[in-house]
Every structure is written in structure tokens, then in C-alpha cells.
């Protein structure tokens, strides 16, 4: 399984960006998908994730109420809307899945999952 993300940019603070992750294979729609972001010298930090059907959404409280995650199964994609973007918001943005179902605490673990898009760099300035 490949992932291809895709989206990232330059922006202002305030503005919006939409990042996209597509899979080169048609996964179960029960699997996880997640975004991760990494700025250098930090670990990789869990950002949102989205379930399968009826799976809901999860995100980290830094992004609540600004980044919305959705997936489009029939196009075997994700993306990650992010709105109202700050300065600490810049890093590589990673997408993820786990080919297995987890259960909602191992969300945020980067061990959990099995294939990773190749990052997208994100920069906000103030």
C-alpha cells in the first residue's frame, strides 16, 4: 500500500489549507486513518484520525474546532481540513493507516500503524 499526500503550502496565519492522502489500493473502509505532524527535533505528534463507518472522528486539542478530517472510501482517500491555522501549526504533515481495526486509545500511537504517506510540509507565517 502506497499513500500520497498532498496539499501542503505556504499560508497566513488565519488561513486554510486542505491536505489530501490517497491510497494506491483499495483498503477496508474499517481501517484507521490518521494524520500525524513532526516538526524537527519532536516526535511525531498524533493531529486527527477518522474510523470506519459509524467509527467517529478524533482529534487532538490543539486542532479541535479548527481541522476537520474526512475520508472518501470510494476514492480510497482522506483528507484534512484546516482552518484558521497558526504559526504552531507548521510541520510535515503525515498520513497513516493501520490495516487492522484499533481501538480508539491506540489512535495516537505511531507504532500502530503499518504504511505511511512520504509528508507534506505545512509553513504558517505570523
Known amino acids: 500500500v502506497q499513500l500520497q499526500a498532498s496539499g501542503g503550502g505556504l499560508v497566513q496565519a488565519g488561513g486554510s489549507l486542505r491536505l489530501s492522502c490517497t491510497s494506491s489500493e483499495r483498503t477496508s473502509r474499517y481501517y484507521i486513518r490518521t494524520w500525524f505532524r513532526q516538526v524537527p527535533g519532536k516526535e511525531r505528534e498524533f493531529v486527527a484520525g477518522?474510523?470506519?463507518?459509524?467509527?467517529?472522528?478524533l482529534y487532538a486539542d490543539s486542532v479541535k474546532g479548527r481541522f476537520t478530517i474526512s475520508r472518501d472510501n470510494a476514492k480510497n482517500t482522506v483528507h484534512l481540513q484546516m482552518n484558521n491555522l497558526k504559526p504552531e501549526d507548521t510541520a510535515v504533515y503525515y498520513c497513516a493507516i493501520a490495516l487492522k481495526v484499533l481501538v480508539r486509545t491506540g489512535w495516537a500511537m505511531t507504532s500502530q500503524y503499518d504504511y505511511w504517506g512520504q509528508g507534506t510540509q505545512v509553513t504558517v507565517s505570523s
Open positions: 477518522i474510523g470506519g463507518s459509524g467509527g467517529g472522528t
